[in-house]
């Protein structure tokens, strides 16, 4: 059984930077690739990165790309989102997620979640 805290969010203005933290319990942490999500109102859900377990393999969705990083540190049993440049639009509930196996960009994919982290951007 794999457990997830986020942590971290905040409201900031447009162009400021926030880093989203995931504590994970569970022993095979190592073994699961974890993905971030996120949900503004009305709006359904959707992938924003994910990672595999070795930290090899990363994928973005393309509006994220080159402003959010996504991290691990399994020794720590850890995952992090840092958020740079923010914009309005990234306003949502921030989720992380743990799967079995690779790296996958579709919610239902992911097995285990935690309960959301509010990020605000205002312009």
């Known amino acids: 059984q794999v457990q997830l805290v986020e942590s971290g969010g905040g409201s900031v203005q447009a162009g400021g930077s926030l880093r989203l933290s995931c504590a994970v319990s569970?022993?095979?942490?190592?073994?699961?690739?974890m993905g971030w999500f996120r949900q503004a109102p009305g709006k359904e859900r959707e992938f924003v990165a994910t990672?595999?377990?070795?930290?090899?393999?990363?994928h973005y969705r393309d509006s994220v790309k080159g402003r959010f990083t996504i991290a691990r540190d399994n020794a720590k049993n850890a995952g992090y989102l840092q958020l740079n440049s923010l914009k309005p639009e990234d306003t949502a509930v921030y989720y992380c997620?743990?799967?079995?196996?690779?790296?996958?960009?579709?919610?239902?994919?992911?097995?285990?979640w935690g309960q959301g982290t509010q990020v605000i951007v205002s312009s």
């Open positions: 997620a743990a799967k079995r196996g690779n790296i996958a960009t579709p919610p239902g994919e992911y097995a285990y």
């Open positions: 569970g022993r095979t942490f190592s073994t699961y690739s």
């Open positions: 990672i595999n377990w070795s930290s090899s393999r990363t």
